[in-house]
Every structure is written in structure tokens, then in C-alpha cells.
């Protein structure tokens, strides 16, 4: 009689545990990843004196080689940021991004949208620096990052690149 029992639920567990496992590997619909909010950049004042290439060649306590950096504003409030670190013989190293400037009273603001060709979280802090403008007259451009650093600047050619 026990093999009887035995035998008749022995294949009503299985299909009960095949059910089970069945129902924990069942996908489940989660819902869409929610979309960020898209940044917009806004339009620089007609003849406003910054847009143009901007490049800046400086020594860096600390930091072996000499770093260029250039600042390409675009009428449409785009900017690309370009920054290449030469050491000698070596390869060059850099940093390329892309995002938005504005003007806010005397200073320059930079926002990253893209960091080496690669979408960036825009609530961190790092991908947003602002600079003081301290004097633009003509070709030159002087100003103090936020962080103290000071950057001078040569106004460059509308097409020019860094050269790696």
C-alpha cells in the first residue's frame, strides 16, 4: 500500500515543483529604465567675444610634460573641451569632451554632456567648471578656474585641431 502512495505522488511533486520553477523563471515585465532629462544648450549673445578656438599651453606643478588645452565655443552654445598632455617622445594623453557653455555675468560655464565620446551623469558635480574671465581683449583670453588655477589663452584658426 505505502508503494502505491509513494508511487502516485512522486509524479504529482515533480509537476508541483515543475510548476514552482517554472513561475520563478517566468520573465517579469519591469517597467522601462526612466529617461533623463535632456539639457539643452542656449545660444550665446549675438557678438558675444568668447565664441571661437581657444588654446591654452601651461606647465602644471607636478605633472611632467606640458598641457594643452582647447576651448571650442560655438555660436549655438556648444562647446567641445580638449585637453592633451604632451611628455616628450612619449604618447600624447588626452581628454575629449562635449557639452554646452553659457555665460553667467563675468564667468565662463562649461557643462559636459559627453566624456570621451561616452554619455556622463550630469547631476555629478566634476562635469561642471566654471571659469572667471579676467580679461578678453582681441586674441587673448585670460581666466581663474574655480579652483584657483590660472589659464591663458590664445584665440586659434575657426578649424583647429590639437595634434596627437
Request: hydrophobic share 40%; glycine share 8%.
Amino acid at each position: 500500500m505505502f508503494e502505491f502512495l509513494f508511487r502516485r505522488r512522486a509524479p504529482a511533486a515533480g509537476l508541483i515543483a515543475a510548476a514552482l520553477l517554472a513561475a520563478c523563471a517566468a520573465p517579469s515585465k519591469q517597467p522601462p529604465p526612466a529617461e533623463k532629462p535632456q539639457i539643452s544648450c542656449q545660444a550665446a549673445a549675438p557678438g558675444d567675444a568668447l565664441v571661437g578656438n581657444w588654446l591654452s599651453v601651461r606647465k602644471e606643478k607636478g605633472v611632467v610634460g606640458e598641457l594643452r588645452t582647447l576651448f571650442t565655443l560655438h555660436p549655438d552654445g556648444t562647446m567641445a573641451y580638449t585637453e592633451q598632455l604632451k611628455r616628450g617622445n612619449k604618447p600624447s594623453q588626452g581628454l575629449s569632451e562635449t557639452g554646452c557653455w553659457k555665460r553667467e555675468g563675468q564667468a565662463l560655464v562649461l557643462q559636459t554632456l559627453q566624456s570621451n565620446g561616452m554619455p556622463i551623469d550630469t547631476n555629478d558635480p566634476i562635469y561642471t567648471n566654471r571659469y572667471a574671465v579676467s580679461s578678453l581683449a582681441g586674441s587673448s583670453l585670460a581666466m581663474r578656474h574655480a579652483d584657483g588655477s590660472a589659464i591663458k589663452a590664445r584665440r586659434m584658426s575657426p578649424g583647429y585641431r590639437l595634434p596627437f
